[in-house]
């Protein structure tokens, strides 16, 4: 489902736990990591795909979470075409996300990567609030900062501490930031379906 300008309906969850500390997943079989996140059914709400896309992906229910916030607004990002199924290309052009700002009221073993047939991880971590960007592709680290940005005002600060602060790095230099995952790569566009055209000639960034 894509909207008039081929943008593709998506959402992005950032789970917190008692410490401030957020869920960061290891896309199954590879070493790229990142947030939950997965696209928006048509008929659905984005609260309701959030829902969805967090049971399927790290297994926890309606229950297992608060809903602490979202972004505001659409946030957008383009996807470059190697990384573009043939057939989608002159009519898909990236993906348009709602951030949520969830906290786990559950317990760590209510998290199950194999709640479906389909896992999209195959290991995860708490990762400190501001995560290594280096370890998200480029094209998506100015949407990852943003959402982080606007969802931090509401971090509870008991535990909370704002890196860019602390180290004075300005937002968008982000992509300075030194990886707290070692010999991460690159993460994959949502739901891992975007490969390079092998008759592009083009490798993977």
Known sequence: ?????????????????????????????????????????????????????????????????????????????EVPDRFIRRDSRGFYKGQKQIWFLLQLVGHDWDLNLRATNHPEFDAWRWNDYWVPLEAVVEFKREVYVTALTELSRYVPRNEFRNRFLRQGIRPMDADQMQSDIPNACFELPPGASFQPDPQSGNDHA
């Open 1 to 77: 489902m894509l909207d008039r300008d081929g943008f593709r309906p998506n959402v992005g969850i950032v789970l917190l736990n008692q410490k401030n500390q957020v869920f960061w997943g290891k896309r199954i079989r590879t070493h790229s990591w990142q947030f939950p996140q997965g696209g928006i059914d048509r008929g659905e709400t984005p609260e309701q795909a959030m829902i969805r896309e967090l049971h399927e992906e790290v297994g926890l229910q309606r229950e297992h979470i608060r809903i602490v916030a979202r972004t505001r607004d659409w946030l957008r990002y």
